[in-house]
């Protein structure tokens, strides 16, 4: 008996036929899943922070995922800016050991700033980048800061910007 390219033909149909009918997938109705979504797309959240250049405070806003509490926004002080801020000649006068910080609010328009290190060893560059960075979180204008640390205190203090 001679297998020729018709009886292969016929085989590859055979297999192609079982494997499309036997994949289980059956017919149904439409399935109705509610009107598509609508609304308006939240905005992209940033933080401010202040960091050196020239000597200077200078605002930088970051974009960030999830917003962001006020502690966690001084810690990137005191990690320092990002290779493209280096780039651009920011710095930060925020040494890393004074991180864990913690944020208090006071009375109305008052925000206490804990460090792990004195207050009395900070820059007056380093107290102004932290002042700064803490009245950006506080959605009040005009924000009173005083930083403390190692039974040590500097302020209270308003952002000079």
């Excluded at 009886?7 to 509610?34: E, Q």
Aim: with cysteine; charged share 15%; hydrophobic share 40%.
């Amino acid at each position: 008996m001679r297998t020729g390219p018709a009886c292969r033909a016929l085989a590859a149909g055979l297999v192609s036929l079982v494997a499309v009918t036997g994949c289980g997938v059956r017919p149904s109705d439409v399935i109705l899943a509610g009107d598509p979504p609508s609304g308006r797309v939240a905005p992209p959240t940033t933080i401010t922070l202040y960091l050196v250049r020239n000597d200077r405070l200078s605002a930088v806003t970051r974009p960030t995922d999830l917003p962001m509490l006020p502690a966690g926004t001084l810690a990137l002080l005191a990690d320092g800016p990002t290779a493209g801020e280096r780039a651009n000649g920011f710095g930060t006068d925020v040494p890393p050991e004074a991180g864990p910080f913690s944020v208090t609010a006071g009375p109305a328009g008052h925000v206490v700033v804990t460090l792990s290190i004195p207050a009395g060893e900070l820059s007056a560059l380093a107290v102004r980048q932290i002042v700064c960075t803490a009245a950006a979180t506080v959605p009040e204008s005009r924000v009173q800061v005083t930083v403390v640390g190692a039974g040590q205190s500097v302020g209270p203090r308003t952002c000079p910007g």
